[in-house]
Nanobody, 124 residues
């Protein structure tokens, strides 16, 4: 499966962005989808994840209440709505799929498909 992320950009603190991720190629009906981010000099970290049905979502504590993950299986797409953005949200954001699980696992090594990343920059 190939993942193509888009929607990043430059925004002022307090603003909003919506990231999109389109999956193509072989798709997994039961796969978990999610978003990670990596800031310069830091390790890649989990941001949010959703099960195939969308009935279960998990968020990193740092984004709870500000970010919302959603998916449209008919379009093989997953989204990340980011509100009340902070400068510390600045990072390269990656879309990912975990094709081997039906629950959301936050550790990076579980996820086996990755998109190319889209840059989000939040100015103060």
């Amino acid at each position: 499966v190939q993942l193509q992320a888009s929607g990043g950009g430059l925004v002022q603190a307090g603003g909003s962005l919506r990231l999109s991720c389109a999956a193509s190629g072989r798709t997994f009906s039961g796969n978990v989808m999610g978003w990670f981010r990596q800031a310069p000099g830091k390790e890649r970290e989990f941001v949010a994840g959703t099960t195939w049905s969308g009935g279960s979502t998990v968020y990193a504590d740092s984004v709870k209440g500000r970010f919302t993950i959603s998916r449209d299986n008919a379009k093989n797409s997953v989204y990340l709505q980011m509100n009340s953005l902070k400068p510390e949200d600045t990072a390269l954001y990656y879309c990912a799929a975990d094709s081997r699980a039906y629950t959301i696992r936050t550790a990076t090594f579980h996820w086996d498909h990755w998109g190319q990343g889209t840059q989000v920059t939040v100015s103060s």
